[in-house]
């Protein structure tokens, strides 16, 4: 799951290059989406959290 979110990332760093002004602010909050969802992952293969809900 990570490698497709890394892959994923990438893919919108790339397209953030070459966007006009007004796609490049979806694609950098696509891009800021996928930064966090891939920190999660990261943390939960770490056992760093617990994403199990609190209830």
């Known amino acids: 799951?990570?490698?497709a979110l890394e892959i994923h990332i990438e893919q919108l760093r790339a397209e953030l290059k070459n966007a006009d002004p007004?796609?490049?602010?979806q694609i950098a909050a696509e891009l800021e989406l996928?930064?966090?969802?891939?920190?999660?992952?990261?943390?939960?293969?770490?056992?760093?959290?617990?994403?199990?809900?609190?209830f």
């Open 1 to 3: 799951m990570t490698i």
């Open 22 to 25: 007004a796609e490049r602010r």
């Open 34 to 54: 996928a930064e966090a969802e891939l920190a999660v992952a990261v943390a939960e293969l770490e056992d760093t959290i617990d994403a199990a809900p609190p």
